[in-house]
């Protein structure tokens, strides 16, 4: 659209009390970003030739949030003066001179306001020829929206506040969006004539089209079919709504791409994520961050998948991971924890109960059961026994390990790190390892056992397993 001359103004300058939190409201995430950069996506896929974010509460954080995912937006100032007619007016003032094309204004805090619904409201302004177009929604309980007052034609007269309104005004069900195509001619010569003569004592952006009907302008209403798009968030009651609304319009969109969702109510799916053809998602399973599925796996149920990339019919039962990858036809779970830094290689396995942590496992290599494996690199078609450790840490530096191909753990070892196990080497069970191991070697930590007779008679006389050895002790 940059041939049409748009600009697109983002409105984040708001306090947003209601939210009662340190953080700004634009910034509270879902869905794997923040409300605004929902906003700032939807504005990258309509191609304008100019996208501002309009900060003031606390617009460093803001700024710092979003530089490095959106370098093409500009951000501008609000001074302390407050409203949404001041708001879009310091940012006309920061457009290039020539500027004369459209001028689309969005709210930061209204995330579900998709590209579509978006280019056919900029094209209903533009064959509607207007010097003004609103978005509006009919609803059944417009309370704390901006009503719109229609003229005796049909056409918009203007656009009155709910602490402005009269008993009649407030009665009426279409409501102001919040979303506005004006001509950037338009808003350089009415913005300057707005006062803040009201109940809140702003710059209130809605008197525009009040002041250009005075002079016979013409102002345009579109109204969305779907009233979701306009909503906004002002509380955390309404950040929960808008989120379940979002994910539900995630989870559909890759269902439709062949994607099986078993229970798309308890299935979260981030923005960035990306799922292939007959993937299959269990219950209560959660998708997070840029994380990418292949073909024929199976997540779920329990699941919580952040950045992870999962290979082509890769198996993971009630599990969490963490930047992890993990490999073609692997298994992992039930109840495993895969941290950062873990990859899992090709039908590899990662049992119950087992924690992993920058650690390579190469092909058909098995951790299956309650073991720690942190800080490691470990050959193919390895089995290390049940818990067996890693022991990375001496209070001071991480140390790694290394295992070779075709290494067999007994169960209950300890490699006690910096250690090297060579190809083909085995340990006996419990063995504490503390020194490389060469190749094809068995390490055993073997003392002899050692039996004491009648000890349980003389240190826990009357208690049932001294009764129950001497009864044996009888027959015997």
Same mark, same amino acid.
């Given at each position: 659209m940059t041939e049409n001359k748009l600009a697109i103004i983002v409105l984040a300058a708001g306090q947003g009390t209601r939210m009662k939190s340190r953080l700004p409201k634009v910034l509270h995430p879902i869905s794997g970003r923040p409300l605004v950069g929902h906003v700032l996506t939807t504005a990258a896929a309509l191609d304008a030739a100019h996208v501002e974010v309009v900060v003031r509460h606390e617009r460093d954080q803001v700024v710092a949030a979003l530089t490095a995912d959106y370098p093409q937006v500009t951000f501008v100032d609000q001074d302390e003066i407050p409203g949404t007619g001041r708001a879009v007016q310091v940012a006309v003032d920061a457009l290039p001179a020539g500027f004369d094309g459209d001028v689309l204004v969005l709210s930061g805090d209204c995330p579900l306001a998709d590209a579509e619904t978006l280019t056919s409201f900029i094209a209903a302004h533009r064959a509607a020829d207007a010097a003004a177009t609103l978005m509006t929604a009919v %609803?059944?309980?417009? @309370? /704390?929206?901006?009503? %719109?007052?229609?003229?005796?034609?049909?056409g918009v007269d203007r656009v009155v506040e709910q602490k402005d309104a009269t008993i009649d005004e407030a009665?009426?069900?279409?409501?102001?969006? /919040?979303?506005y195509m004006f001509r950037?001619?338009?808003?350089?010569?009415?913005?300057?004539a707005i006062g803040v003569d009201n109940a809140q004592g702003e710059m209130y952006l809605t008197d525009v089209p009040g002041l250009l009907r005075r002079d016979g302008g013409r102002v345009a209403a579109s109204v969305v079919s779907d009233v979701t798009v306009t909503y906004g968030v002002n509380d955390r009651a309404q950040l929960a709504e808008v989120g379940r609304l979002l994910n539900a319009r995630i989870v559909r969109r890759w269902q439709l791409e062949g994607v099986t969702i078993v229970d798309p109510t308890t299935t979260? !799916?981030?923005?960035?994520?990306?799922?292939a053809p007959d993937v299959t998602i269990l219950p209560n399973t959660h998708i997070v961050g840029a994380t990418v599925i292949e073909s024929g796996a199976v997540v779920?149920?329990? @699941?919580?998948? !952040?950045?992870?990339?999962?290979?082509?019919?890769a198996v993971i039962r009630r599990s969490e991971a963490t930047l992890a990858v993990i490999g073609q036809g692997a298994t992992v779970g039930p109840f495993s924890y895969l941290r950062?830094?873990?990859?899992?290689?090709?039908?590899?396995?990662?049992?119950?109960?087992?924690? @992993?942590k920058n650690a390579q496992i190469g092909d058909g290599s098995k951790v299956p059961h309650l073991?720690?494996?942190?800080?490691a690199t470990i050959g193919r078609g390895v089995n290390l026994g049940a818990s067996t450790i890693t022991a990375n840490y001496d209070d001071v530096n991480k140390h790694r390990t290394e295992i070779g191909d075709e290494v067999h753990t007994g169960s209950h070892t300890v490699l006690v790190a910096p250690v090297k196990l060579g190809a083909g080497a085995k340990t006996g069970a419990g063995a504490v390892v503390r020194k490389d191991v060469p190749a094809g070697a068995l390490a055993m930590s073997v003392a002899p056992q050692r039996n004491i007779e009648g000890w349980v008679e003389k240190n826990r006389a009357g208690t049932g397993a001294a009764d129950a050895a001497a009864r044996e002790q009888s027959a015997e």
């Open positions: %609803v059944a309980d417009p @309370t /704390g929206y901006g009503r %719109v007052i229609r003229d005796a034609d049909g009665s009426v069900n279409e409501i102001n969006a /919040g979303m950037a001619a338009t808003l350089r010569e009415y913005l300057p979260w !799916i981030d923005d960035d994520a990306k799922l779920g149920p329990d @699941t919580s998948l !952040i950045d992870c990339e999962v290979g082509a019919d950062a830094g873990t990859t899992l290689g090709a039908k590899g396995k990662i049992g119950a109960y087992v924690e @992993t073991s720690y494996v942190g800080d």
